[in-house]
């Protein structure tokens, strides 16, 4: 029997399955998703705490506000790229000029002078991000909503968000190495200290130089097949309050956002908890070894995030995706109470399994949710007759970067609460104590609540091959 007569269960149909230039095209914009969103924060405590003494609190407020203009921001350009009727598409050109902008904008973040005042360098941090943020957004949204719409297959899907988090990893890995540039002789000021100021700099100019390169090719790679086949010709406009109301009253959509959120906004809370776990417990105070130590982790990371991509995919093939996220956030809350052992300044290779481990589960976690945004959109077109990808993805981002700005709102602060001081190499016995046990603890509350979320998301595979082939009755195949 040919492929393309098996059950929709059993093999992707021809039609179906994309190119390998697509499916890389379309990862390469996890350059920018992960550069351009989680750089900056993974970058700010070190220049802005640790080098020029800014009090935490004012930096994680920054963060939180930042993320509160983020969404807002991919709402607009949600809404704006699923109207927008252009000869390249509806998605590609927001693309392009997004991308470029975010490269060239990325340096400009800590394009800040030595000496200031707190109140100066938290003006700067706050203006930098409102003009920033909107220009993530511009190519964020659009090129999230590309890829629910790549295909109409419930398992390509999954590969093609299982190639979106394996290219990722190369840029994890270097937000991992991030710290430890800064840190590299060659930045040495006169005192013999490394100027981390200037390495993040240094660094920044040259990954946003990748980004721009990053955005051309996506122009270049990727289609829009939905807009091609089906929205240019039939989709009429689509109201802006649609795109977070009539969006949430999508019931499946609201089930995985729980999920979702409650996945962010627990491990966002740690954020910055695992680097200091690293640089005052396992290292005692040295900055120097702990940004070695965290480029070392990033490789366990990646080496880990690209045994858990594989393992997931199948696990989703075999038992639905449904099942997929069950076993990904119950192997994650094994991980992070982990954490308490895995950190320890007598075996510090161990912090290698911590890192690893989270990345493991992580990589799995992301595959498969991102996959079912594809899944949600079927079930939508089903009841309003409209694809509304950039809808869902501006809704989604509006709701999960609410609590996520929370969880990153409250790191700087829960840092603070552990009794946390940048002016002491050495910290209290007490501070490290409670870094650790909120390290591991706090995460697996937020686990817990996205599984119980996940155990009301009704779209099984059934169901989304049963609505595929509705809407394949009603206008026809894409």
Same mark, same amino acid.
């Given at each position: 029997?040919?492929?393309?007569?098996?059950?929709?269960?059993?093999?992707?149909?021809?039609?179906?399955?994309?190119?390998?230039?697509?499916? $890389?095209?379309?990862?390469?914009?996890? $350059?920018?998703?992960?550069?351009?969103?989680?750089?900056?924060?993974?970058?700010?405590?070190?220049?802005?705490?640790?080098?020029?003494?800014?009090?935490?609190?004012?930096?994680?407020?920054?963060?939180?506000?930042?993320?509160?203009?983020?969404?807002?921001?991919?709402?607009?350009?949600?809404?704006? /790229?699923?109207?927008?009727?252009?000869?390249?598409?509806?998605?590609?050109?927001?693309?392009?000029?997004?991308?470029?902008?975010?490269?060239?904008?990325?340096?400009?973040?800590?394009?800040?002078?030595?000496?200031?005042?707190?109140?100066?360098?938290?003006?700067?941090?706050?203006?930098?991000?409102?003009?920033?943020?909107?220009?993530? /957004?511009?190519?964020?949204? #659009?090129?999230?909503?590309?890829?629910? @719409?790549?295909? #109409?297959?419930?398992?390509?899907?999954?590969?093609?968000?299982?190639?979106?988090?394996?290219?990722?990893?190369?840029?994890?890995?270097?937000?991992?190495?991030?710290? *430890?540039?800064?840190?590299?002789?060659?930045?040495?000021?006169?005192?013999?200290?490394?100027?981390?100021?200037?390495?993040?700099?240094?660094?920044?100019?040259?990954?946003?130089?990748?980004?721009? !390169?990053?955005?051309? !090719?996506?122009?270049?790679?990727?289609? @829009?097949?939905?807009?091609?086949?089906? =929205?240019?010709?039939?989709?009429?406009? $689509?109201?802006?309050?649609?795109?977070?109301?009539?969006?949430?009253?999508?019931?499946?959509?609201?089930?995985?956002?729980?999920?979702?959120?409650?996945?962010?906004?627990?491990?966002?809370?740690?954020?910055?908890?695992?680097?200091?776990?690293?640089?005052?417990?396992?290292?005692?105070?040295?900055?120097?070894?702990?940004?070695? +130590?965290?480029?070392?982790?990033?490789?366990?990371?990646?080496?880990?995030?690209?045994?858990? $991509? #594989?393992?997931?995919?199948?696990?989703?093939?075999?038992?639905?995706?449904?099942?997929?996220?069950?076993?990904?956030?119950?192997?994650?809350?094994?991980?992070?109470?982990?954490?308490?052992?895995?950190?320890?300044?007598?075996? #510090?290779?161990?912090?290698?399994?911590?890192?690893?481990?989270?990345?493991?589960?992580?990589?799995?976690?992301?595959?498969?949710?991102?996959?079912?945004?594809?899944? =949600?959109?079927?079930?939508?077109?089903?009841?309003?007759?409209?694809?509304? @990808?950039?809808?869902?993805?501006?809704?989604?981002?509006?709701?999960?970067?609410?609590?996520?700005?929370?969880?990153?709102?409250?790191?700087? +602060?829960?840092?603070?609460?552990?009794?946390?001081?940048?002016? *002491?190499?050495?910290?209290?016995?007490?501070?490290?104590?409670?870094?650790?046990?909120?390290? /591991?603890?706090?995460?697996?509350?937020?686990?817990?609540?996205?599984?119980?979320?996940?155990?009301?998301? @009704?779209?099984?595979?059934?169901?989304?091959?049963?609505?595929?082939?509705?809407?394949?009755?009603?206008?026809?195949?894409?």
């Amino acid at each position: 029997m040919k492929p393309e007569h098996l059950p929709l269960t059993q093999a992707v149909r021809p039609a179906d399955r994309l190119p390998l230039r697509q499916k $890389i095209g379309f990862g390469l914009g996890s $350059i920018l998703d992960m550069w351009g969103h989680w750089l900056y924060p993974s970058l700010a405590y070190q220049v802005f705490n640790i080098f020029l003494g800014v009090a935490p609190g004012l930096i994680s407020t920054v963060q939180m506000i930042k993320i509160f203009i983020d969404a807002g921001s991919d709402a607009v350009f949600g809404w704006i /790229s699923d109207n927008t009727r252009t000869r390249y598409g509806r998605r590609r050109p927001f693309i392009l000029v997004g991308g470029v902008l975010a490269g060239i904008g990325l340096p400009l973040m800590f394009a800040v002078g030595r000496g200031w005042t707190d109140s100066q360098y938290f003006v700067f941090m706050l203006i930098s991000m409102i003009i920033y943020v909107p220009v993530m /957004s511009c190519f964020n949204m #659009p090129w999230n909503s590309l890829g629910a @719409e790549m295909t #109409p297959d419930y398992h390509e899907r999954t590969t093609v968000m299982a190639f979106r988090n394996a290219i990722q990893k190369g840029p994890e890995l270097a937000m991992f190495f991030a710290a *430890q540039f800064t840190t590299l002789a060659i930045f040495n000021g006169a005192n013999g200290k490394p100027d981390i100021l200037r390495g993040a700099q240094t660094y920044c100019a040259i990954l946003g130089a990748i980004m721009v !390169a990053a955005s051309i !090719a996506i122009f270049l790679l990727v289609r @829009e097949r939905y807009y091609e086949k089906l =929205v240019a010709r039939t989709q009429t406009h $689509i109201p802006f309050a649609d795109t977070l109301w009539r969006t949430l009253r999508c019931r499946p959509f609201r089930r995985i956002l729980g999920v979702m959120l409650a996945y962010g906004t627990g491990t966002a809370m740690v954020s910055t908890l695992g680097y200091y776990a690293t640089v005052y417990y396992v290292c005692r105070g040295d900055v120097v070894q702990g940004a070695q +130590w965290n480029t070392a982790m990033g490789l366990a990371g990646m080496a880990f995030g690209f045994a858990g $991509i #594989p393992f997931f995919a199948w696990v989703a093939r075999r038992r639905g995706k449904r099942v997929g996220l069950a076993t990904a956030l119950l192997l994650a809350i094994c991980a992070f109470i982990g954490d308490w052992w895995l950190y320890d300044p007598a075996r #510090p290779y161990l912090q290698l399994f911590a890192c690893g481990f989270v990345a493991f589960t992580g990589a799995g976690f992301w595959t498969l949710y991102n996959a079912t945004l594809g899944d =949600v959109v079927d079930y939508d077109e089903q009841q309003t007759g409209q694809r509304r @990808e950039g809808s869902f993805s501006a809704c989604q981002s509006w709701i999960s970067k609410l609590g996520i700005a929370l969880g990153v709102g409250a790191s700087g +602060w829960i840092l603070q609460f552990t009794g946390f001081d940048a002016k *002491q190499a050495v910290q209290d016995p007490h501070a490290i104590f409670m870094i650790r046990i909120l390290l /591991s603890s706090i995460p697996v509350i937020g686990l817990v609540l996205a599984l119980i979320s996940l155990l009301r998301f @009704e779209l099984t595979e059934d169901r989304v091959l049963d609505i595929r082939r509705r809407l394949e009755e009603t206008r026809g195949h894409v």
